[in-house]
């Protein structure tokens, strides 16, 4: 197995218990009453939020109605799934860079043209020289910082790499960065032979943003970076605006081809066909 694929091992951000929290914070629901509707006590109930088990199986689909969300899917998720693994040397010239932010860790992902060494990357981590070492190893030039979201772990080191390339175009969802830096309706940004798009998916961030991959040599599916938009089998907390995310997820990335591979921000690689089939939220 490439050295690639084995980036899609990776844990998933959220095990079940987790799915169960952000569903229970979701929906206002209180954990007695989630307890009793598992068959759990409220000490079980909690270990299986904590911990994603408690020796004991809860009653899924009494949970699922509560929360309005997939029992047999949320099922599934307790018995370990996990999404397949991405080979991504298909599509060639595309990193995955993983870098510490608190107690988790966070991607950002370097695309570029393998002709023109045209580079583009999307969100920013936390560790520059990660990224740096890659520009210049393979002799890439970056022409554009993609944000997904505005969230501390995706930008926090913007100002090092703008530090670095002066020249570099920033585009985001932000009203509140200048008007040049934002994302223009239906603008397609071309990298080489490589075309940018981006779609609105707010909710679990005010400006969140998924930008679209394709044109890829030897007709690789499309990429699609979200952000913290969807997890492989959860997707990022939205509190109040949870009607709005799931809205979002469903219209501007579940829409696209099966095949399309989803690179989120935390958590391993998935498809738009993976999530569909087994994410509890959708």
């Not at 996990?82 to 950002?108: F, G, N």
């Given at each position: 197995?490439?050295?690639?694929?084995?980036?899609?091992?990776?844990?998933?951000?959220?095990?079940?218990?987790?799915?169960?929290?952000?569903?229970?914070?979701?929906?206002?629901?209180?954990?007695?009453?989630?307890?009793?509707?598992?068959g759990?006590?409220?000490?079980?109930?909690?270990?299986?939020e904590?911990?994603?088990?408690?020796?004991?199986?809860?009653?899924?689909?009494?949970?699922?109605?509560?929360?309005?969300?997939?029992?047999?899917?949320?099922?599934?998720?307790?018995?370990?799934?996990?999404?397949q693994?991405?080979?991504?040397?298909?599509?060639?010239?595309?990193?995955?860079?993983?870098?510490?932010?608190?107690?988790?860790?966070?991607?950002?992902?370097?695309?570029?043209?393998?002709?023109?060494?045209?580079?583009?990357?999307?969100?920013?981590?936390?560790?520059?020289?990660?990224?740096?070492?890659?520009?210049?190893?393979?002799?890439?030039?970056?022409?554009?910082?993609?944000?997904?979201?505005?969230h501390?772990?995706?930008?926090?080191?913007?100002?090092?790499?703008?530090?670095?390339?002066?020249?570099?175009?920033?585009?985001?969802?932000?009203?509140?960065?200048?008007?040049?830096?934002?994302?223009?309706?239906?603008?397609?940004?071309?990298?080489?032979s490589?075309?940018?798009?981006?779609?609105?998916?707010?909710?679990?961030?005010?400006?969140?943003?998924?930008?679209?991959?394709?044109?890829?040599?030897?007709?690789?599916?499309?990429?699609?970076?979200?952000?913290?938009?969807?997890?492989?089998?959860?997707?990022?907390?939205?509190?109040?605006?949870?009607?709005?995310?799931r809205?979002?997820?469903?219209?501007?990335?579940?829409?696209?081809?099966?095949?399309?591979?989803?690179?989120?921000?935390?958590?391993?690689?998935?498809?738009?066909?993976?999530?569909?089939?087994?994410?509890?939220?959708?």
């Amino acid at each position: 197995m490439s050295a690639s694929s084995i980036l899609c091992l990776m844990q998933l951000e959220d095990h079940v218990g987790d799915v169960l929290a952000k569903a229970r914070s979701f929906t206002g629901t209180a954990p007695d009453v989630l307890a009793q509707a598992a068959g759990l006590t409220l000490a079980e109930y909690a270990q299986i939020e904590d911990a994603g088990q408690c020796g004991k199986t809860p009653n899924y689909l009494a949970l699922a109605k509560i929360l309005s969300v997939d029992a047999a899917k949320l099922e599934t998720l307790a018995k370990g799934w996990l999404p397949q693994p991405t080979d991504t040397s298909t599509w060639r010239e595309i990193r995955q860079i993983t870098s510490p932010a608190r107690s988790m860790k966070v991607h950002c992902y370097l695309i570029w043209d393998e002709v023109t060494r045209d580079a583009a990357l999307f969100d920013t981590g936390t560790d520059a020289d990660a990224i740096f070492k890659i520009l210049d190893e393979e002799q890439l030039i970056l022409r554009y910082i993609f944000i997904t979201h505005s969230h501390w772990d995706h930008v926090e080191v913007l100002g090092t790499l703008r530090e670095k390339y002066p020249l570099v175009r920033i585009r985001s969802g932000s009203k509140k960065v200048p008007v040049e830096q934002r994302n223009k309706p239906n603008e397609c940004v071309q990298l080489g032979s490589l075309r940018i798009s981006h779609r609105e998916t707010p909710g679990h961030c005010e400006d969140g943003v998924t930008y679209i991959v394709g044109n890829w040599p030897e007709d690789a599916p499309h990429v699609a970076i979200v952000g913290d938009a969807i997890f492989a089998g959860s997707m990022g907390g939205a509190r109040e605006l949870l009607a709005l995310a799931r809205e979002k997820v469903r219209e501007q990335i579940l829409t696209l081809p099966a095949d399309t591979l989803i690179c989120p921000g935390h958590g391993p690689l998935t498809t738009v066909a993976q999530e569909k089939s087994h994410n509890p939220f959708f």
